[in-house]
């Protein structure tokens, strides 16, 4: 029968980590009563130790989950306690199990003054039997001043949320003060008006009469069906100090008892500490045993529909949070291969090469497109008849200047950072996307790696750079191939160039109301800016100190049209200029000249610039690959390995897979329907252990 119980207990712990539910749970010993009713006193007694926190100022704050397990002489004996939640391991003095159920009640915060959330304490030892005891905060009287008003209610309610059926009702009164006045019996008889499931403990027999300690026993005025059992728990006098306050309270009572015999001697009374703990043994048991099928029956509905769910749900498909680690390194690697994909050394230099055109096209326009000369340049080329050597040296300056201008605009660092950045968005892309939405912190961790690897690479990178295109900005060598190649490029650049302008001029017309709108408004334009030169010339031939004449808005003072209108036609002025240019110098890159190779770079500085801009891509994207792709798709997986994941232990691994709400749910049922497995195998086996107890019943 023993072995019953203990099954049981493990069962109900079992259950209780599946859920609170009412359904699901085995009864336990609950135990009441008003503070300084003895209860402390008791539980210490039936424990056989002194390990519940002492002191004046109400020290019971949160419910105590007491298991006694019972570890038989024969094997052993060890006597210890445990906080299953806290990892303390096994406490062998119950002074600091006393210390740390101290430490937790403090720590409720003395706003709230009493706690739902119960500690988990497990105390084996030979002494004891199997039982599962809960110790709830006292029943106060009158509220003090340091305590909030609400407390005793708050201490009220959390007691009758325990004392619910099937748990059994310990409701410790002390014999000095009349059963009438007792909190605990009278919270008892609410919810079990018969006494079927509620001890009743007297406490302090030895302070009434022993006559009086009979009759309150007899239960004759206030009747509990499983009775009452007197007990001394306290020593009356000073305990000498080499025993146990247990040790000494036992024989103190078991003094009493003997003492008393006439009036407890006649085995119709139950009295003593043994007494009651064999009393609890039994209760407890039959309470547990008659619990049994209903348990069953309520563990097996919970069973089949966690199967049917996570069949419905998840195709009984198992995962463990270890998988889905495993999973999230191997899609980040994946990810991360992707990304170094894209980019390979042709894409890096195709990037690169747009930066540099870009760059290039500035250059031309700064150097000759607003040159007034430029026309000249064109001429020169559809002439065909001048010899390069003959072009003026002018040409030639122009030209060394663009080609330093453009060697010497930091390509190494602009470059380097160029991919950088790439790399960092590509990271950044990844880091926010699924499923490291789920995990802020990993993500955060990613991009630090990231940047941490990049921060180191990119000055090295960009002086590698740097230092290998230095030739360039001394002396570029063209091979024929190279020139037609560059020129064919240049005349690519202008044509979408000119694209580009076209587009916009059509917009602008297109917006202004048609091309004549458009070219009255630009009339328009030109007079004012006539205007305003004539304008500011007099005011410079003008005498000192004579008032300027007041200037007229350029924008269109007459308001004949609309200012943004007016920048409209500024544009397509512009865009018109530039357009006419373009066309000059594409018909000179498609000359013969041009076309005639490399000794006419002067004429076409454009086909030169693009093969200066080719070089320098080429050698930047070998370069930021050796110094800065390759170590980062090297290290940064390595990264991923050796610190994002696999460095964390079993706790976190779960607490990482867990932030992910889906695989949260996943794991949630199948932890619940495997708890619910094993307790159904467990309650099945109980069946032979008592024949007369049989679970599946319901299933008939
Ligand atoms: P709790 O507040 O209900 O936990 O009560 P305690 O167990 O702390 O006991 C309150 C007071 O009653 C303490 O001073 C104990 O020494 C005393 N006490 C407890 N049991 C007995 C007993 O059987 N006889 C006597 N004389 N005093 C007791």
Redesign the pocket.
């Known amino acids: 029968l023993m072995h019953l119980t203990r099954k049981l207990i493990e069962i109900r712990t079992m259950l209780l980590s599946i859920d609170q539910s009412d359904s699901l749970k085995l009864p336990s010993i609950v135990v009441i009563?008003?503070?300084?009713?003895?209860?402390?006193?008791?539980l210490e007694a039936i424990v056989g130790h002194e390990f519940l926190p002492?002191g004046n100022n109400m020290v019971t704050r949160r419910p105590i989950e007491l298991t006694l397990i019972h570890t038989p002489a024969n094997e052993g004996g060890e006597e210890y306690g445990e906080f299953p939640a806290l990892g303390l391991g096994k406490i062998t003095d119950f002074s600091n199990i006393q210390r740390v159920l101290t430490d937790l009640n403090l720590a409720v915060p003395a706003s709230e003054a009493v706690s739902n959330e119960p500690i988990d304490l497990r105390i084996y030892s030979p002494r004891v039997p199997d039982l599962t005891l809960i110790d709830l905060p006292?029943y106060i009287q009158i509220s003090s001043m340091d305590q909030p008003e609400s407390l005793k209610d708050k201490i009220a309610g959390l007691c009758e949320r325990y004392i619910r059926e099937p748990n059994i009702i310990l409701a410790?009164c002390a014999a000095d003060v009349d059963l009438a006045n007792s909190p605990a019996l009278r919270a008892s008889r609410k919810v079990d008006p018969l006494g079927l499931r509620t001890i009743g403990v007297i406490?302090?027999?030895?302070?009434v009469p022993p006559e009086q300690g009979a009759t309150i026993l007899s239960g004759n005025r206030y009747p509990l069906h499983l009775g009452y059992v007197g007990?001394?728990?306290?020593p009356?006098g000073k305990q000498p100090k080499k025993e146990s306050t247990a040790m000494v309270a036992t024989r103190a009572e078991l003094e009493y008892f003997s003492g008393n015999r006439e009036h407890f001697g006649s085995g119709q009374l139950m009295v003593g500490t043994d007494t009651l703990r064999r009393r609890l043994m039994e209760v407890l048991e039959s309470s547990m045993a008659s619990s049994l099928h209903g348990i069953t029956n309520a563990v097996q509905l919970e069973l089949e529909e966690a199967q049917y769910q996570f069949k419905v749900q998840y195709n009984d498909r198992r995962i463990s949070a270890e998988s889905y680690v495993a999973e999230i390194v191997d899609t980040l690697k994946g990810r991360v291969r992707e990304c170094a994909a894209q980019f390979r050394r042709p894409a890096v230099r195709a990037r690169l090469k747009a930066l540099l055109d870009e760059r290039a096209l500035g250059i031309l326009e700064q150097l000759y497109w607003s040159d007034r000369r430029a026309p000249e340049l064109s001429q020169l080329a559809a002439d065909g008849r001048v010899r390069p050597e003959d072009v003026e040296p002018y040409w030639r300056y122009k030209l060394e200047a663009a080609a330093s201008l453009l060697t010497k605009s930091g390509v190494g660092r602009d470059a380097t950072l160029l991919v950088a950045d790439g790399l960092r968005g590509l990271i950044e892309a990844i880091a926010t996307g699924e499923p490291f939405t789920h995990h802020p912190r990993t993500a955060e961790r990613l991009v630090q790696f990231a940047h941490g690897i990049l921060r180191e690479r990119v000055g090295i990178t960009s002086d590698q750079v740097e230092n290998c295109i230095k030739p360039y900005k001394y002396e570029v060598e063209v091979e024929p191939r190279e020139w037609e190649a560059g020129r064919a490029e240049a005349v690519e650049l202008y044509e979408r160039e000119l694209e580009m302008c076209e587009g916009k001029l059509k917009e602008i017309r297109k917006r202004i109301g048609g091309s004549r709108r458009l070219n009255s408004l630009v009339s328009y334009v030109h007079s004012l800016e006539e205007k305003e030169r004539e304008r500011k010339q007099r005011r410079l031939a003008a005498p000192d100190g004579e008032p300027p004449e007041p200037t007229a808005d350029l924008n269109g003072d007459d308001y004949r049209y609309p200012p943004a209108q007016i920048l409209d036609a500024r544009h397509a002025m512009l865009y018109g200029e530039r357009l006419n240019i373009l066309k000059l110098r594409l018909s000179a890159l498609k000359s013969k000249r041009c076309k005639g190779g490399p000794e006419n770079d002067v004429l076409c500085p454009e086909a030169f610039l693009e093969v200066v801009t080719d070089k320098l891509a080429y050698t930047s994207a070998m370069f930021i690959n050796i110094e800065l792709l390759e170590h980062f798709f090297y290290q940064f997986p390595r990264e991923i390995d050796s610190r994002l994941l696999y460095d964390l232990d079993r706790r976190e691994i779960i607490e990482f897979a867990r932030e992910n709400p889906e695989i949260r749910r996943h794991l949630d049922l199948q932890e619940r329907k495997d708890k619910l497995e094993e307790v159904m195998k467990q309650l099945n086996s109980l069946a032979t252990l008592r024949p007369d107890v049989q679970p599946n019943a319901r299933r008939q």
């Not at 007990?231 to 306290?234: A, D, E, L, P, T």
């Open positions: 009563g008003s503070q300084s009713s003895g209860k402390s006193s008791v002492k006292g410790v406490t302090k027999m030895d302070l007990v001394v728990c306290k009356p």
